[in-house]
């Protein structure tokens, strides 16, 4: 019993000792954790890109150029009209076209980024990720935004908008201004025979629709289908005129023949005719 205090001091001092290395050795590697914690933060940081304002709405622009190739294309082409560059409606001059371009649909709902080849789940997704790490694919010229021409083209029409139930006569009238000079731009009609057609074209295809009177309705001139639909017509009527007159010359040919048979025998039996007659007078004489 007398040599339990002494036991208990050393224990007690052992206990101490150990609990303040422990201390230090904690209160030293809390400042090398928190530096290496400060070096990956800082590293992320790096990584991530820097925000890039567009002011340039994708989805309307994607809206422009589906109703540019769909209810304008054809039509240019089949006139053989070069349009000006002061017009913002070729491809060349929209500001995503690299970008949609690079576009792979993998699936339904699966895209692929043609530049770093990652997928996406929807669309969206996969065009937040080109505005946040492939700004430098875009031109950011001025006059290059399709959306700004939305107004003139009825781009509503063919996106997911809610419709509006009343009209604006302000709005209308605004909208047909913008539409008329678009159409002033793209086809002067001092260019020639088809950029007056080209630009009639346009004023009935889409400017004569914005009206609050109802009545007119956009894209009436019809688009790139119904376009396909016309030009098949008349391609099958062409090999339809070909056969026709192909077989029109083989019957010409088969009557003519006729004809000349016809003649050589009715020659023959006149001849047989006559040596008959001519040998029945020799046996009566």
Not at 182 to 209: E, W, Y
Request: glycine share 6%.
């Amino acid at each position: 019993m007398t040599n339990f205090p002494r036991r208990f001091a050393i224990v007690l001092f052992l206990f101490i000792s150990i609990s303040s290395q422990s201390r230090s050795t904690r209160s030293s590697t809390a400042p090398l954790q928190g530096h290496e914690e400060s070096a990956v933060a800082r590293t992320l940081g790096e990584e991530k890109p820097h925000a890039h304002e567009v002011h340039c709405s994708r989805e309307r622009s994607r809206a422009a150029r589906k109703i540019i190739e769909q209810y304008l294309t054809p039509f240019v082409e089949k006139e053989k009209h070069h349009i000006p560059k002061k017009c913002p409606l070729p491809p060349e001059n929209d500001l995503y076209r690299l970008q949609e371009q690079s576009k792979a649909r993998e699936d339904i709902n699966l895209w692929r980024c043609g530049y770093c080849k990652k997928t996406f789940y929807e669309e969206k997704n996969l065009d937040k990720h080109l505005d946040e790490w492939h700004f430098d694919t875009l031109d950011t010229s001025p006059g290059r935004c399709l959306a700004d021409s939305c107004g003139a083209l009825h781009c509503d029409l063919v996106m997911n908008s809610p419709r509006k139930t009343k009209c604006n006569p302000a709005a209308a009238a605004r909208n047909k201004h913008a539409c008329e000079s678009l159409a002033d731009r793209c086809f002067p009609v001092q260019d020639g025979t088809s950029a007056r057609r080209l630009n009639d074209l346009f004023l009935r295809q889409f400017c004569d629709a914005h009206t609050c009177k109802g009545g007119r309705k956009p894209f009436s001139r019809g688009g790139k289908i119904i376009h396909l639909v016309f030009r098949n017509l008349q391609k099958k009527r062409n090999v339809l005129y070909i056969v026709a007159s192909v077989l029109v010359i083989f019957l010409l040919f088969l009557f003519y023949l006729f004809l000349y048979l016809y003649e050589r025998g009715m020659k023959r039996g006149g001849q047989g005719l006559k040596r008959i007659t001519k040998s029945g007078q020799k046996k009566q004489s």
